[in-house]
């Protein structure tokens, strides 16, 4: 068993930052690969970014060179930095964690990017 809890959302201006956290609890050295994924109302949820037990990291098109995810295992968190934010980039921002075949979600924070 894996749990999530993300922080950091946040209402901020366009061009702004926000830094988003993940702490998970549970088995979080056996979890293969973490990433963030975002829902806007109306769309799918999509993946932003990735990051493996190793380290190999993974964009969205839409947030590459703004976007980075990293991970801290003695903290057993990760983190999106997100910069020069848009109106595009609201929606919920969820963590998720797979570890072997299942993949465990935190309930997401909301970031709100006003223009």
């Known amino acids: 068993q894996v749990q999530l809890v993300e922080s950091g959302g946040g209402l901020v201006q366009a061009g702004g930052s926000l830094r988003l956290s993940c702490a998970a609890s549970?088995?979080?050295?056996?979890?293969?690969?973490m990433g963030w994924y975002r829902q806007a109302p109306g769309n799918k949820r999509e993946l932003v970014a990735g990051i493996t037990s190793g380290g190999t990291t993974n964009y969205a098109d839409s947030v590459k060179g703004r976007f980075t995810i990293s991970r801290d295992n003695p903290k057993n968190t990760v983190y999106l930095q997100m910069n020069r934010l848009n109106s595009e980039d609201t929606a919920v921002y969820l963590c998720?964690?797979?570890?072997?075949?299942?993949?465990?979600w935190g309930r997401g924070t909301q970031v709100t990017v006003s223009s």
């Open positions: 549970g088995r979080f050295s056996e979890i293969n690969a």
């Open positions: 998720a964690a797979s570890l072997r075949t299942v993949t465990y």
